[in-house]
T-cell receptor, first 115, second 114 residues
Framework: GQQLNQSPQSMFIQEGEDVSMNCTSS?????WLWYKQDPGEGPVLLIA?????ELTSNGRLTAQFGITRKDSFLNISASIPSDVGIYFC???????????????FGQGTILTVHP | DAGVIQSPRHEVTEMGQEVTLRCKPI?????LFWYRQTMMRGLELLIY????????DSGMPEDRFSAKMPNASFSTLKIQPSEPRDSAVYFC????????????FGEGSRLTVL
């Protein structure tokens, strides 16, 4: 089945620092998404990317859909304490394929921000 | 608008007992997903429905697991009999369609099987 390799597994940073995490896949995805999970909550969508090469920003977050459609990265600039949580990448397959409509998630990156 | 509602939030049971987890999706969402989250395996898709019909149940671990969606506003995930290795957080999520990839997750049901 499709698998996503997300790195790093965890990060410990100081408030104000920039953060970068990425995701790679052996399969092509038509959509890449980044979710954040706060403790005790379900994941929430941060950014969605729909076209190879697309670069999208949402406030301090920037994400890119790799040209090969097999990778994506997420950057967080000027981190703040509320950025703490688990960040997941997710990929969605092709329309008409058996994987259409469902997401495959990476293993997550645990982010800790020290004030 | 209310989000995805799951119950119970926490369940502790003994091995061999039947467990039923419940989910109410966001009104108007045609897709419903059940995910399981563990430290070892991360977020795994168990099954998903479109318009109340199961589309892909290839992630259901074994016959002890079953899921139903009798109508557009309710779904259940049942484990019978439960085993300690079923301990996990089970998430229900709904989506208005597959086109954007955005899933709206509930707060999860934390299951502990002793």
């Amino acid at each position: 089945g499709q698998q996503l390799n997300q790195s790093p597994q965890s990060m410990f940073i100081q408030e104000g620092e920039d953060v970068s995490m990425n995701c790679t896949s052996s399969s092509i995805f038509n959509t890449w998404l980044w979710y954040k999970q706060d403790p005790g909550e379900g994941p929430v969508l941060l950014i969605a990317l729909y076209k190879a090469g697309e670069l999208t920003s949402n406030g301090r977050l920037t994400a890119q859909f790799g040209i090969t459609r097999k990778d994506s990265f997420l950057n967080i600039s000027a981190s703040i304490p509320s950025d703490v949580g688990i960040y997941f990448c997710a990929g969605q397959g092709n329309a008409g394929g058996t994987s259409y409509g469902k997401l495959t998630f990476g293993q997550g990156t645990i982010l800790t921000v020290h004030p | 608008d209310a989000g995805v509602i799951q119950s119970p939030r926490h369940e502790v049971t003994e091995m061999g007992q039947e467990v039923t987890l419940r989910c109410k999706p966001i009104s108007g969402h045609d897709y419903l997903f059940w995910y399981r989250q563990t430290m070892m395996r991360g977020l795994e898709l168990l099954i998903y429905f479109n318009n109340n019909v199961p589309i892909d149940d290839s992630g259901m671990p074994e016959d002890r697991f079953s899921a139903k969606m009798p109508n557009a506003s309710f779904s259940t995930l049942k484990i019978q009999p439960s085993e300690p290795r079923d301990s996990a957080v089970y998430f229900c999520a709904s989506s208005p369609g597959p086109y954007t990839g955005e899933l709206f997750f509930g707060e999860g049901s934390r299951l502990t099987v002793l």
